[in-house]
């Protein structure tokens, strides 16, 4: 990650961060330590940067949200990653989830459906030095075939259903994350792959914006 110059200003707030993480129940070390690393103040925008380290989702434009940290680490602490991963995120947002998973995982696919904020992952991404991040734009709830299998899928938006896409995607016994319920309120579900089969388990309650696309919410 290359420091910047109001580094030091939030290193203290990042850390409180993380210990209220770990107060929530947070365990995953290698997770709590990336969490500690990642600036999440960049990946905001300017004018709500003084709230960067408060555990609640902010706006990122485009009438998107970048998600509260303790959903982030619910969600990323259930792949449970060893760093030998080839981990897909659908929706990139602000792509602090996306930098999170690069210093997890072996390899990280994100596609994002909308331009302006896939070109300011980018940039996001180059200047924390993420190399091992692939970002597509187009429609996530069909997934990344070029690439697929997947030891972890993430997705970030509200789905009424699994998309059948990212079933197929997923290798035999990995982890899918996944908000399933209507447009305001979701119960992110942990669903691993079986015997080609899906095995589910909720998680945690969660507020997402809707999974747009062919095998999500209508657009
Ligand atoms: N993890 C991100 C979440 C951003 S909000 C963050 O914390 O910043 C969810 C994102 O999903 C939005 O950027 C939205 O544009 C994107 N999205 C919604 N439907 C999508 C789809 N079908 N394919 C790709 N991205 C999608």
């Given at each position: 990650m290359?420091?910047?110059?109001?580094?030091?200003e939030?290193?203290?707030?990042?850390?409180?961060?993380?210990?209220?993480?770990?107060?929530?129940?947070?365990?995953?070390?290698?997770?709590?330590?990336?969490?500690?690393?990642?600036?999440?103040?960049?990946?905001?925008?300017?004018?709500?940067?003084?709230?960067?380290y408060?555990?609640?989702?902010?706006?990122?434009?485009?009438?998107q949200?970048?998600?509260?940290?303790?959903?982030?680490?619910?969600?990323?602490?259930?792949?449970?990653l060893?760093?030998r991963?080839?981990v897909?995120?659908?929706?990139?947002?602000?792509?602090y989830q996306?930098?999170?998973?690069?210093?997890?995982?072996?390899?990280?696919?994100?596609?994002?459906?909308?331009?302006?904020?896939?070109?300011?992952?980018?940039?996001?991404?180059?200047q924390?030095?993420?190399?091992?991040?692939?970002l597509?734009?187009?429609d996530?709830?069909l997934?990344?075939?070029?690439?697929?299998?997947?030891?972890?899928?993430?997705?970030?938006?509200?789905?009424?259903?699994?998309?059948?896409?990212?079933?197929?995607?997923?290798?035999?016994?990995?982890?899918?994350?996944?908000?399933i319920?209507?447009?305001?309120?979701?119960m992110?579900?942990?669903y691993?792959?079986?015997?080609?089969?899906?095995e589910r388990?909720d998680?945690?309650?969660?507020?997402?914006?809707?999974?747009?696309?062919?095998?999500?919410?209508?657009g």
């Amino acid at each position: 990650m290359v420091a910047s110059p109001v580094e030091p200003e939030f290193r203290g707030a990042r850390r409180r961060l993380v210990e209220a993480l770990q107060d929530k129940g947070i365990k995953d070390l290698a997770l709590l330590r990336a969490i500690d690393s990642v600036p999440r103040h960049l990946f905001v925008p300017p004018t709500v940067r003084h709230r960067a380290y408060e555990d609640s989702a902010l706006p990122i434009g485009s009438g998107q949200t970048i998600s509260q940290p303790y959903v982030h680490a619910r969600a990323v602490e259930q792949l449970m990653l060893t760093g030998r991963e080839k981990v897909l995120e659908i929706g990139t947002g602000s792509a602090y989830q996306t930098a999170l998973l690069a210093q997890l995982a072996a390899q990280v696919f994100s596609v994002e459906r909308y331009r302006d904020l896939l070109d300011r992952a980018r940039g996001m991404l180059q200047q924390a030095n993420a190399r091992n991040v692939s970002l597509s734009l187009g429609d996530g709830t069909l997934g990344w075939r070029e690439y697929a299998p997947y030891d972890g899928i993430v997705v970030s938006a509200g789905a009424p259903h699994v998309p059948p896409a990212l079933e197929e995607q997923l290798a035999e016994g990995g982890r899918l994350l996944i908000p399933i319920g209507d447009k305001d309120d979701q119960m992110l579900t942990l669903y691993i792959k079986r015997g080609g089969q899906l095995e589910r388990r909720d998680i945690t309650p969660v507020r997402f914006v809707p999974l747009i696309g062919a095998q999500g919410w209508p657009g």
